[in-house]
């Protein structure tokens, strides 16, 4: 059994997303259990969403060119029970 480096996968993985060949004959190709592969290729996909940033990216209002006269309102209920409400009305 062969034991690869974080690297060594990312390697792997990126090399199989630009190749013509599926899953199957990559891995295949290079001895690799395909099991290990969708696994590996999970892990880096989570780690990556992990690590995206966790905050709210500001809107300059100022900049929009007209004013949304629209009238709306939202309300969400969440599975423990809150309840959040969103309008126009100030």
């Not at 199957?24 to 940033?53: E, G």
């Amino acid at each position: 059994m062969t034991r690869r480096t974080s690297e060594e996968w990312q390697r792997l993985i990126d090399e199989q997303a630009v190749s013509e060949m599926t899953i199957q004959q990559f891995c295949q190709s290079r001895n690799i259990n395909q099991s290990t592969f969708y696994l590996q290729r999970k892990k880096r996909s989570d780690s990556h969403l992990a690590q995206a940033p966790s905050q709210w990216l500001p809107i300059d209002t100022k900049s929009m060119a007209l004013p949304d006269t629209r009238q709306w309102q939202i309300e969400l209920t969440l599975p423990n029970g809150v309840v959040l409400n969103m309008s126009t009305d100030g």
